[in-house]
């Protein structure tokens, strides 16, 4: 209760809440702890480096860009040693082990930049599919509707609507730190900007 008393005030977050734990610990809920590793440090109890560690960690596995694997390796291991020497009392939860320990092999053994098999696409997707469901499928029949739905579907995720749609937008969710652009191969034509997430404030804040 400590700990999610200190976030609700020092961070106005809501966190493990008995009245809807499948709604306060959502990716957007980490990133703006993450967004202040200073604070998030603090109420924790553990070093802000450990912190950015798992930050720099988290944003590189969800881009789209192919990982470095020894740079990532590296990190890693740095990473486990250092939770091992602060919060060795706690048991290395299995997806922090697979991560840290085994993230490599996962890597190498993915075809693709590990970041396009989140599931975040289609997640997102559920609101459209509800959507479409609601206003652009006949209710005649069960068949019926799933056939309109999928139409739906594979219209809007044609290609040239994807890239038209998107032509000239950026894409600040996913703006790359200095230490994530050094576990990364980026296109040399591609833009990098700082990520403004980083904490200046100071500890009194």
């Known amino acids: 209760m400590k700990v999610k008393r200190?976030?609700?005030?020092?961070?106005?977050?809501?966190v493990d809440s008995a009245n809807s734990p499948g709604n306060t610990l959502t990716?957007?809920?980490?990133?703006k702890a993450f967004a202040h590793p200073i604070k998030f440090a603090q109420i924790i109890g553990v070093s802000p480096m450990l912190v950015s560690n798992f930050f720099v960690i988290w944003q590189?596995?969800?881009?789209?860009?192919?990982?470095?694997?020894?740079?990532?390796?590296?990190?890693?291991?740095?990473?486990l040693e250092l939770y091992m020497s602060e919060?060795?009392?706690?048991?290395?939860?299995p997806t922090l082990h697979k991560i840290l320990v085994h993230g490599?092999?996962?890597?190498e053994a993915s075809p693709v930049p590990i970041g396009l098999t989140s599931e975040e696409s289609s997640e997102s997707n559920n609101k459209f599919i509800r959507k479409y469901l609601l206003h652009h499928?006949?209710?005649?029949?069960?068949?019926?509707?799933?056939?309109d739905l999928v139409h739906r579907?594979?219209?809007?995720?044609?290609?040239l609507l994807i890239a038209k749609s998107f032509k000239g937008?950026?894409?600040?969710?996913?703006?790359?730190?200095?230490?994530?652009?050094e576990l990364l191969h980026i296109p040399e034509n591609e833009n990098i900007e700082e990520s403004s997430d980083k904490e200046t404030d100071s500890d009194d804040d």
């Open 6 to 14: 200190a976030f609700k005030r020092e961070m106005n977050l809501i």
């Open 27 to 31: 990716g957007n809920v980490a990133r």
């Open 60 to 79: 590189t596995l969800a881009s789209k860009h192919l990982i470095r694997v020894e740079h990532f390796e590296r990190l890693c291991a740095e990473t």
């Open 87 to 93: 919060v060795g009392w706690f048991n290395l939860p």
């Open 104 to 107: 490599r092999e996962i890597i």
């Open 137 to 147: 499928t006949r209710k005649t029949s069960q068949l019926d509707t799933m056939t």
């Open 153 to 159: 579907l594979l219209a809007v995720s044609d290609p």
């Open 169 to 181: 937008k950026k894409d600040k969710s996913r703006s790359l730190t200095s230490e994530m652009t």
